[in-house]
């Protein structure tokens, strides 16, 4: 081949190459501008043009999509619109357009608010005050001014320090709580307390609290119901030496603690009591004390247990609010507060929203046609009642069984029937895998946190669809209907059917 045909064919590549280049260049052009105009497109969506809308304010709006109000000292409404999805404490109350919630510092300690929200709740909670072996310690400095605000609680000054008076001491806790301390002597748990244990797998977030517990050895862990909870408390249990207690509200929660336990082989270790029996454990020591539905501690005659002297202890809700306000007390009696928002488990599909139903009827008789008509589907189902003779009635007529506060083997009776009617006792610690649906006939007036209790029965369960029914009259709505308020705080949307 000659050198004059080998430079033609040279550049008749060049030229070639040169074209391919101009287009590749001319596609990229082609590909910029269009992305630019999706951008513009995209904005001109999340940004529509509103007559009398500025879009700077709207765009400052949903940087911070909340109004923040005082409602007295230590607490803030939070009100948000009803579009925004964001959950913030307690919901006090719902308009067609907004919710508003009420955060205090009990709530930010049980789970993270936004920082601009913290902010205006002040400092976080402070650990130099304490409560240790029925002394007062406080920063140094500060014991005069101790002595004088919490001199009701206290015996006498001396050389070991301040003394409290004897049987006052969770009185003075619940009082430095609301002060805005964590009253608690971090004790670590002692290498020598802990064995071995096999078999156990924690999520990331059970790993997270374990760490916190071995940390301050007295936590109160705050997560929604299903999230492991009683098998992380089975769990320590096992991984505990020594003598060890688990409180409950029922014989139901009993018998769901042994199951946990005996998975790790330590049904004959652990004591199980219910919160009225305190008379059988009253002089007893113990190496760890964990408290179910500690929520319910702060009851007059409850609250005795967290007198029982212990070296660690755990508390467990799901819902660690009260209807008296008194959500200090929940803190104060049981240990460093460990949360997190449901928020965080919705996002990453730890639970799952289950339908809510409120199906809307004229007279108390209409009910037991929407309960027949909703039973034709045969569906894993608790029905729940408020009256023995409700209950009774109900079980008779549709041929069902029945458990309440005299029945025996009660986790057993619902795990074997597709459908079981249960009375307050299912309310909590009741864990059922395959359970689909849940449907309340009575209830107990505005009770937000029985509300929640039934409705997260459901959040156990490992079955895709999960569905809540509340069969209500429509005086029974207009006078009880807010307590639908736990569920939709929490994001859940409330259907009502007429």
Known sequence: MSVDLVVEKYKSAQAALDRAKAAVDLFQQEVTAMQAQNAATMEQLQFPVIPK????????????????????????????????????????????????????????????LPPEIESRLGPAPATDAKVVHGLLKV????EDSAWTRYRKFLLKRDQYGIHVQKGYEMELIRHLVKDGYLPFERTPVQREDIRPLSGFEPRPYQRDALEKWLEWGHVGIYWAGGMGKTYLG?????????????????????????????????????????????????????????FDEAHRLPAPKWSQFATLRTKYRLGFSATPYREDGQENLIIALTGFPVGLSWGDFLQT????????????????????????????????????????????????????????????NRLDTIRDNLVTVVSRVGDEGISVKDLERTIEVEFLGKSRRQEAQR??????????????????????LDKFGSRFLALEEKGFQVEYVC
Not at 352 to 361: D, G, L, N, T
């Open 53 to 112: 809308v500025s879009r700077d304010l709207l765009i400052a709006f949903m940087k911070q999509p909340y109004l923040l109000l005082p409602k007295r000292a230590d607490a803030y409404y939070v009100i948000v619109p009803r579009f925004i999805d964001m959950q913030l404490g307690w919901l006090e109350f719902t308009t067609p357009s907004y919710n508003v919630f009420v955060v205090n510092r009990y709530v930010r300690w049980m789970a993270p």
């Open 139 to 142: 920063s140094p400095g500060t």
């Open 234 to 290: 089975a769990a320590i249990c096992a991984m505990v030496k020594g003598a060890k207690l688990v409180v409950v509200p029922s014989v139901t929660e009993k018998e769901q603690w042994k199951l946990y336990l005996r998975h790790f082989k330590m049904e004959n270790e652990v004591a199980v009591e219910t919160y009225q029996s305190f008379h059988r454990v009253a002089n007893k020591e113990y190496t760890l004390i964990v």
């Open 349 to 408: 599909r730890t639970i799952r929203k289950p339908r809510i139903v409120c199906r809307v009827v004229s007279t108390d008789a209409e009910k037991m046609t929407v309960l027949e008509s909703l039973l034709r589907l045969p569906l894993k189902t608790l029905i729940f009642v408020e009256l023995i003779d409700s209950g009774e009635k109900i079980a008779e007529h549709f041929g069902l069984p029945f458990v309440y506060g005299q029945s025996t």
């Open 455 to 476: 409705a997260y029965r459901l959040l156990h369960s490992v079955k895709e669809e999960i569905s809540h029914t509340v069969i209500m009259t429509t005086a029974e």
